[in-house]
């Protein structure tokens, strides 16, 4: 099984770049991982509902049918650190061969990935940056390996 973080990028930031070459490696000592940014066009934020779609097209385009998909949204189910680690141990076992994590643009995503998701949780009460929440999520990932190997990494 391998595990993707698919997220839309509007912009370059160095200071995320280095974060994701060094949760990728990180991650990557417990399983196969990819960070797969996809570049959003560069329409106008005016049009936020065509921007939102056309993200989510781009998204839904990367994702196999047989994938795992899990969304993470604003308005998703809440899960603490070993509740998420849980999650992707339960989708390990269950023979599935790549797990989807997709963060969307700054308008979110449309109901069509929101219906193709196998699950929904959020990683905060907080509205985040997307760039922050790729940061965050990227971090989860680690942890969740690093609870599910019994690393000394997280702390109740």
């Not at 196969?32 to 959003?40: C, G, T, V």
């Not at 905060?124 to 690393?151: C, G, M, P, T, W």
């Amino acid at each position: 099984m391998s595990i993707r973080l698919l997220t839309i990028q509007s912009s370059k930031k160095s200071w995320l770049e280095e974060a994701g070459r060094e949760f990728s490696e990180k991650i990557n000592h417990f399983h196969k991982f990819e960070l797969a940014q996809l570049k959003s066009s560069k329409k106008s934020r005016d049009d936020s509902s065509f921007k939102k779609k056309e993200e989510t097209d781009l998204l839904l385009k990367n994702i196999k049918d047989d994938d795992y998909v899990v969304l993470l949204d604003e308005k998703g189910q809440a899960a603490h650190s070993r509740q998420f680690s849980e999650m992707i141990q339960k989708i390990q076992l269950s023979g599935t061969k790549r797990i989807n994590f997709i963060i969307g643009g700054a308008f979110g995503v449309d109901e069509s990935l929101k219906k193709r998701a196998n699950k929904i949780i959020k990683i905060s009460d907080f509205v985040l940056n997307h760039h922050v929440a790729q940061l965050l999520v990227l971090e989860q990932i680690y942890r969740a390996f690093a609870i599910i190997h019994n690393k000394p990494y997280h702390n109740d």
